[in-house]
């Protein structure tokens, strides 16, 4: 029987999902603005170009590290996820 993931078992809150697809658009927004491909990104954060694409879907299955580090590299100050998990960079 193949593995399930956590998420396959209990989707994510509509409201978390809908978190992860504005994040990824606005990761992929700024990306766009300063003139950076996906794989260009995907090599600034050490994660793969189909990673990267699938952060910018919003995919709850990329890491939420990825998210943060993406977010940081693109210095977005005021990324919030659910009013709560901030990502700041300084």
């Given at each position: 029987?193949?593995?399930?993931?956590?998420?396959?078992?209990?989707?994510?809150?509509?409201?978390?999902?809908?978190?992860?697809?504005?994040l990824g658009q606005r990761i992929a927004?700024?990306?766009?603005?300063?003139?950076?491909?996906?794989r260009e990104l995907a090599d600034m954060?050490?994660?793969?170009?189909?990673?990267?694409?699938f952060l910018e879907q919003g995919r709850?299955?990329?890491?939420?590290?990825?998210?943060?580090?993406?977010?940081?590299?693109?210095?977005?100050?005021?990324?919030?996820?659910?009013?709560?998990?901030?990502?700041?960079?300084?």
């Amino acid at each position: 029987m193949p593995k399930l993931r956590a998420f396959e078992i209990s989707p994510l809150p509509l409201e978390v999902q809908a978190s992860l697809e504005h994040l990824g658009q606005r990761i992929a927004k700024e990306r766009k603005a300063r003139g950076l491909s996906q794989r260009e990104l995907a090599d600034m954060a050490g994660i793969s170009a189909q990673t990267m694409m699938f952060l910018e879907q919003g995919r709850p299955t990329v890491q939420i590290g990825h998210y943060a580090r993406a977010a940081w590299l693109l210095e977005l100050r005021d990324v919030r996820l659910l009013g709560g998990l901030s990502v700041h960079a300084e």
